[in-house]
T-cell receptor, first 112, second 113 residues
Framework: DAKTTQPTSMDCAEGRAANLPCNHSTISGNEYVYWYRQIHSQGPQYIIH???NNETNEMASLIITEDRKSSTLILPHATLRDTAVYYC?????????????FGAGTILRVKS | SQTIHQWPATLVQPVGSPLSLECTVEGTSNPNLYWYRQAAGRGLQLLFYSVGIGQISSEVPQNLSASRPQDRQFILSSKKLLLSDSGFYLC????????????FGPGTRLTVT
């Protein structure tokens, strides 16, 4: 699976959009981009995933560049409860299940 | 809707003692099941995954083992705990098939003393 690079930490003002970047320059054609987040002392939570096209759900939007070498997770109106570690993961479906490799992620601090 | 349970929530065990952590999933059948560990201040490490009863794949060789005695039950065990086994243990499930997202349980915080 391709490796990802994320900033160690970011701050965001409450109510503003949080834009979390992720570089995955070695991504291959059949690899998807997944985003999870982990609030302190809880299990990770699935947010969104995509292959080529931009995706949006009730939690966030995922913008993938045309060359697929980077992506941005957008939380449109960040709240204090969005403070968490955000993980960008690139993966392909394995023969047995979908194995996720979690890196260090980005610590997002939403401040009032 | 689907629910994943883990117990116990916290556990303090002495070095050399056995371990058994249980994970159960409700509301789905034939899920893929996963065990992860997160050491203090570190990322998640996949330990085991299972695509069916009795089918276990190990990702990291260590003194832990996993079993899946029933379709929606996943157990993590050790015969003798080490100090390095301390951490936050997370169970996850996913629907079998193409690119399923994973859903995590609340976790068990294990401290080996």
């Amino acid at each position: 699976d391709a490796k990802t690079t994320q900033p160690t930490s970011m701050d965001c003002a409450e109510g503003r959009a949080a834009n979390l970047p992720c570089n995955h320059s070695t991504i291959s054609g059949n690899e998807y981009v997944y985003w999870y987040r982990q609030i302190h002392s809880q299990g990770p939570q699935y947010i969104i995933h995509g292959l080529k096209n931009n995706e949006t759900n009730e939690m966030a939007s995922l913008i993938i560049t045309e060359d697929r070498k980077s992506s941005t997770l957008i939380l449109p109106h960040a709240t204090l409860r969005d403070t968490a570690v955000y993980y960008c993961i690139v993966t392909t479906p394995g023969n047995y299940g979908n194995k996720l490799v979690f890196g260090a992620g980005t610590i997002l601090r939403v401040k009032s | 809707s689907q629910t994943i349970h883990q117990w116990p929530a916290t556990l303090v065990q002495p070095v050399g003692s056995p371990l058994s952590l249980e994970c159960t999933v409700e509301g789905t059948s034939n899920p893929n099941l996963y065990w992860y560990r997160q050491a203090a201040g570190r990322g998640l490490q996949l330990l085991f995954y299972s695509v069916g009863i009795g089918q276990i794949s190990s990702e990291v060789p260590q003194n832990l083992s996993a079993s899946r005695p029933q379709d929606r039950q996943f157990i993590l065990s050790s015969k003798k705990l080490l100090l390095s086994d301390s951490g936050f243990y997370l169970c996850a499930w996913s629907v079998g098939g193409h690119l399923p997202e994973q859903y995590f349980g609340p976790g068990t915080r294990l401290t080996v003393t």
